[in-house]
Every structure is written in C-alpha cells, then in structure tokens.
C-alpha cells in the first residue's frame, strides 16, 4: 500500500497558444496537510482539475491513495471544493445532499444519518427550525457555504481537495474551515488546497508546493522551505515612520538585495555577502529609531515574492485558473 | 451506474415536483376535452334559434308572400308579424321597424317586394345578421315561400306543393383509402395530426427544459461538482434519460385521458345535453404502437441530447436564445412537411422525409398512422435514426465534456469543433 495519497508525475497539459501546466510532479504524503501556493493562472486550477479527472492530461500520470484516478471508484474517496462554487438554487437542501452523496455512492441510509448530523453540527438544524427542509436559495449566503462543506465531507473522504477555499468565506466560515481542516488531520485524512494567501498556508500546511507559469518552483515541507532560504533575511522596525536618509540606506544594493516594505516594518533580504552588522551601523548613523532588528526564517510571502518575482505574478493574472 | 440513476432520479423528481409540470400535465387533458366538446357545444349553438321566427315581415309584394314565409317560419313555434305596406311606404315602414329592432322588440325585419316575388332578392336587417344558420333559415324560408306561390300559378295544389318541397337532406361523408373503406378515415388523420403535435411539443419543450437546466448548472456553478463525481458522458445520458422520462409520463397521462375522453365521450356529451361528435378511438395495431414508442424515444434523446450540448456552450440563459434557434430550425421542417405528407403519405417525399433523421421521429409515425407502410422503410428509418442518435450523443458528449467547464463569451462554431477533436 501507498503511503503517498496523491502521486502526481509528469503531466503536462497544453491548451492553444500556450501551456498551463509543464512536466510537473508532486507527492503528497497520507495525513499531510499540503498547500498548492501560486499566483492566479499559475496552473493551480488545471492541476485540481486533472487530478479529479474532470480533464485529463496530455501526458503523466496521476494516482489516488496508489491507484490511477481514472479507476472506478477512485474519486468516490475524493471530497473535492471547487473555486467556482454553487448549489442547485431551487432544490431542497435534504435532497440536494443525498444526491451528491449518491454521487459518490453512498448508500441512502447511511447519507441520511449523515446529513442529519452535519446539519446538526453546523448550525443548520436546530430546535428551532430545520433548515435541511428549506430550499437552497431560501438560506443566507453563510449558510449557503456551510451546505457546500456537508455536499464535500458528507461521503468522509480520504482525500479532500480544496480549491482556493477561502475565497468569499465570512469570518465565521473561515474559522470553522480551518478547524475542519484540522480535525481531517487529525483523523488521518489528508488535505490538498489552493491558495493565494500565504499566511494561511503558512500557518496550516505541512508542505508546500509553489507554482508559477505551470511549473514546480519549489516544494517540500515549510519548515525545511524556510530553513533552506533562511540566514540572511532580517526583520526591521522602526519607531516611527521612514526619513530620506534612512531609505537611501536601504536602496543601497551593495547592503539589501531585496525589501518588503510596510512602512515601518520592513522585511530585508541582505545582498548576497552583505554583513549584518554593517547594515545596522548604517541605519544608526543615518538617525533611524530601531525598535526591531533580527535575523529570522523568512516568511512564505517573502519566499514566495523571492522565486516567482513580480513578473510571474503579472503574466500569470492573464491565465485562467 | 448507480451513479448515472443518481442523475436520472434528480432530473427526473425535481422537474415533475414542478409546479409547470403538473399545470402542463393537467392542463393537456382540459384542453383536450376542451377541443373535443367545444365544436359540439358550438354546433348545438349555431342550428336556428327562435330567434329567427321573431322579426317583421314589411310586405309590400302585394300578392301574400309575406304571410307565405310568416307560415314557413312558424314552424319552429312562433309566427312572424306581417306588415302589408304600399311600395312607396318602405322607407317609413323600415325606419319604424329599425327603432322596433333597436328597442328589442324584434330581433330584425325582412323586406319582401315585386323583386322577391320575381325571384331576384329580399332584404333582411336585424342583430343576427351574421349568425349564419338563421340567415340560411330565413333564406330557406323565402324561397320557398316563392317557390311554393310559383307552383299554385301553375296549377298545382297547395298541400301537394308542400309535400313535394319539403326534403331534408344530410349529406354524409366517408373516405375512402387503397386499403378500403376505413371506419372512419376522419379518425386517422386526426390521429396523424395529435401524434406530430405530441411528439413535436415534447422534443421542443424538453429540449428548452433539458438547455436552460445544463445553462442553470452552469450559471449556478453546480457543473464542477457534479461532473468530479461522474463521468461527464455519463451525466449527459443521466440528464437526456431523465428528462425523456419525464417527457415520458408526461405523454402517457395525455394519451390516457385522451382515450379515456374518447370511450367515455357520448355519455360526457350526454350529460351535458349536447349531441355526441362522432369520433372514434383510432385502431392502431401493436407492431405500430411500438414503433410510435420508439419514434417517440429515439427523436426525443436525438434532440434532447443536442439541446444539451447546445446548453453546454453558453454561460447565459441570454446567449440560450442563439443556440437553441439552429435546433428549432431542424424540427420545424417535420411540422411544415406535415401536409404533404398527409396528402401522399406514399409519394416520393414522404418516402425520403422518413428516412431523414431529423424528420423521420414526428413524420414516420404521421405516415404510419394514415397508411401502411412497408416493414422494411420502418426497419430503415430506425436503422438510421438509431445510428445518428448514437452519432449525436457521441457528438454531444464531446461538447458537453468541455463546454460545461467554460465560462465567458459564446464560442465560435471552429472553437466548439476544436472541443469535439480534443475532448478527452
């Protein structure tokens, strides 16, 4: 037996005038919680999108819990989220549910007990009112999104694919998706999501994979991401705001490869064979008031500006998904 | 498999719990019986009324024509008022009698002079004027007053010319076909006409049904889900299955109570006190029968999965206009060539209309409900409607495989052949 839930090798997918996803490879391990970080049109989506076997690659292969995806059944241990999320409006939500369970070939019974409890835990079915027995379009938006978590965890799945999952999320959602997620993990599922938001990803996964133009720029797990690209990154805080003098200093390029600048704090990547030291003279001498200076393990923001850069970010806005 | 039930039962259940579906299901029957019992109702309203008997006769003949026709029309239990008047006093005489007619106390009077006892023409004025029975009534009435006077000058007697003249005639018609005298040769036709009509109301109904509820998924951004979880060949064959089932009961609730109407009619039009139409349940033999089912199943999932693919292509129920006018374009010849077909159900065209599968699922069994037709045309009309069929959701899968996942502006007809080259 696998202990990769979700091997995906080599595939490849080609649309006209150009090519979303290039010879890309990824494992992600049973019971992991795995980010899939990338600018928008990076290939994100496609990849989703192949994996679940809705359009298929022009070459590689794809397995699921070690078997191909294409294989019967497969899919049924699959919870998957879209991005482009939606519910049939004028069902009944009762009856909504026990379709996409029978979709994945869950017996009635069982999805009936099922729905009864999720509706329970989410609020959806009180003393007070039964909102399974409602129709989709009769419910807020909030509750809404809580029906497409039951319609994506009702059949328990092993593997839960998330595409991009906070999008449009109230706060009370989000919150209660990342608990969800960790209660997967918990349960020894595994979880594979989308994002753009590095701090999400950063603060729940366990291993990465940043994609830009199609491609794999890095994986791996965030501690060893971030240990890898560590050392030379230093967090700045000033008192108060930034003076002339003070920002000459850090245009220097001789001293600061690369800045993130959020106006009185500022994250610092030294050029490379800059001293450290030398830096925090020169700030000191040029009248900054230092309230933070400390060599720390970059963020997965910087990270991620550091190796996809602006430009990809651009040319990837035009893509789609 | 279980699956693609799934997908039978969802379209199936949510669009029979529809409000449309039990109006149109309740209301095909109403209108039915509505069709049946309106032309009886209508023809027991359109014989003579007593009406008639209640005018004026302005007489200004000189010669008695006008108590001539009085007598004529007492008949029906009222004798007309008979005005003797001098030729030069009609104006006056018409003018008193329009206020009368006016005032209600007559419903219309009747001029007689020299030119109607020559035999050219009478007058009528009155409110039921263009009720055309009365008017034939009143006609009969005077012409035969002036026939009547025209035999006593010749010699004949009164009574015998009264006996002589009075023949009521009914013209009754029957058709005759190669295959003989059918029972009633009306009864096939109407068949023809209410099997083509079913069959063309369906397709174009369920069609429309089948696309906004593809461009629905889409809108409502359900598709994605949905086609994770299965096959999307499979989905479209759930969805075309459903919907034809649904197409399906639809049908036989109609053609029930149709014939339910038809066997129970006379004592329906009985109790209502109206004469009964006589009209019988057409005979229509098993081996027929089940072709008319398999004409009806095979162009419904021809079309419907067409319908689907077309739905599959926009993202607006806007842009489902555009895409569903072609279709129509490729049902409507079926309902133009309806006559020619009913004219030589055995000619040349309606030979090769029948074998075209775009026409042949509303013509053949328009053809095979007023003649008998050859087993072998029926076994290649079939023949040919299932390839195509299996031709079109092949098609229709391919688009619908892509096209479900697209969003944004309508494709162009290169684009969505593009889909069915690279699909899968």
């Not at chain 1, 199609?214 to 030379?232: C, P």
């Not at chain 2, 003797?84 to 006056?92: N, R």
């Not at chain 2, 060949?233 to 969805?239: N, T």
């Not at chain 2, 003649?371 to 072998?376: A, C, E, K």
């Amino acid at each position: 037996m696998s202990t990769l839930a979700v091997d995906i090798r080599s595939i490849v997918k080609r649309y006209e005038g150009h090519v979303a996803v290039k010879d890309l490879s990824l494992q992600v391990p049973k019971g992991a919680v795995y980010g899939l970080l990338g600018p928008n049109g990076a290939g994100k989506t496609t990849t989703i999108r192949m994996l679940l076997d809705i359009i298929a690659p022009d070459s590689g292969s794809i397995a699921i819990m070690g078997v191909s995806n294409t294989a019967s059944g497969v899919l049924d241990r699959v919870g998957y989220l879209p991005e482009e999320r939606g519910l049939y409006k004028r069902m009944q939500v009762r009856r909504l549910l026990h379709f996409l369970a029978e979709l994945k070939g869950v017996s009635k019974r069982d999805a009936s007990q099922r729905i009864d409890e999720w509706l329970e835990r989410l609020d959806l079915k009180t003393a007070a009112k039964d909102w399974g027995n409602s129709k989709v379009d009769e419910l807020s938006r909030g509750m809404q999104q809580k029906v497409q978590f039951i319609g994506t965890l009702l059949h328990d799945p092993d593997v839960v694919i998330l595409d991009e999952p906070f999008s449009g999320l109230d706060p009370i959602n989000a919150q209660a998706l990342k608990d969800t997620v960790v209660d997967l993990r918990r349960r020894g599922k595994t979880v594979l999501f989308s994002t753009h938001l590095m701090d999400n990803a950063e603060r729940m996964c366990d291993s990465v994979c940043i994609l830009a133009r199609g491609e794999k720029v890095l994986d791996g797990g965030v501690a060893e991401v971030k240990a890898a690209h560590g050392g030379s990154h230093i967090a700045l805080g000033l008192t108060g705001a930034s003076t002339p003098a003070v920002d000459a200093v850090l245009a220097d390029r001789s001293l600061v490869g690369r800045l993130d600048d959020s106006s009185r704090f500022f994250e610092i990547e030294l050029a490379p064979g800059a001293d450290a030291q030398l830096l925090l003279r020169r700030l000191i001498d040029a009248g900054a008031g230092i309230e933070r200076y400390e060599r720390v393990q970059p963020s997965l923001h910087q990270i991620f500006l550091e190796k996809v850069g602006a430009s990809g970010i651009e040319t990837g806005m035009s893509g789609h998904g | 498999m279980g699956k693609m039930f799934a997908v039978i039962k969802r379209e199936y259940l949510e669009r029979v719990r529809s409000k449309w579906f039990v109006v149109a299901t309740v209301f095909g029957p109403l209108m039915m019986a509505v069709l049946t019992i309106l032309p009886a109702y209508m023809a027991s309203k359109t014989t003579p009324s007593n009406e008639v008997a209640n005018i004026v006769i302005l007489d200004a003949s000189g010669t008695g024509l006008g108590d001539r026709i009085s007598q004529q029309l007492g008949a029906l239990g009222r004798t007309p008022q008979v005005r003797a008047i001098a030729p030069a006093g009609i104006a006056l005489a018409e003018s008193t009698a329009t206020r009368e007619v006016i005032d209600k106390s007559f419903e219309g009077y009747l001029v007689v002079d020299a030119l109607t006892q020559s035999g050219e023409r009478a007058r009528y004025a009155g409110r039921n004027a263009s009720t055309i029975p009365d008017i034939e009534r009143l006609q009969d009435a005077t012409r035969g007053a002036v026939l009547a006077m025209r035999f006593e000058a010749a010699g004949l007697d009164a009574q015998k010319v009264q006996s002589l003249s009075s023949v009521k005639l009914r013209l009754e018609t029957e058709r005759l076909t190669e295959q003989g005298r059918g029972s009633s040769g009306r009864g096939n036709v109407v068949l023809a006409y209410v099997v083509a009509l079913l069959l063309y109301m369906s397709i174009i109904l369920y069609g429309q049904s089948i696309l906004m509820g593809v461009i629905e998924e889409k809108t409502q951004r359900v598709a994605e889900v949905v086609v994770a979880s299965i096959p999307s060949d499979k989905l479209l064959a759930g969805k075309v299955l459903g919907v034809g089932a649904v197409g399906l009961t639809q049908q036989v609730v109609w053609v029930t109570s149709g014939l339910l109407l038809l066997k129970f009619q006379q004592p329906i039009m009985k109790a209502m006190g109206l004469p009964a139409v006589g009209m019988q349940i057409p005979q229509v033999s098993i081996g027929t029968g089940l072709a008319f089912f398999a004409y009806f199943v095979l162009g419904f999932i021809f079309f419907t999965s067409l319908f689907a693919a077309a739905g599959s292509m926009v993202s607006s129920t806007q842009d489902a206009q555009q895409v569903s006018t072609p279709l129509t374009f490729l049902i409507v010849p079926s309902i133009l060539l309806l006559t020619p077909v009913l004219l030589q159900p055995n000619g040349t065209l309606a030979r090769v209309v029948t074998l075209i599968p775009f026409t042949s699922p509303i013509l053949m069994p328009v053809r095979m409900s007023i003649t008998s037709v050859p087993w072998w045309e029926v076994a290649a009309s079939i023949t040919i409607l299932i390839a195509t069929c299996l031709g079109a959701i092949w098609l229709a899968a391919r688009i619908y495989r892509v096209g479900v996942l697209m969003y944004g502006k309508k494709p162009s007809v290169r684009e969505v052949l593009r889909w069915v080259r690279l699909a899968r």
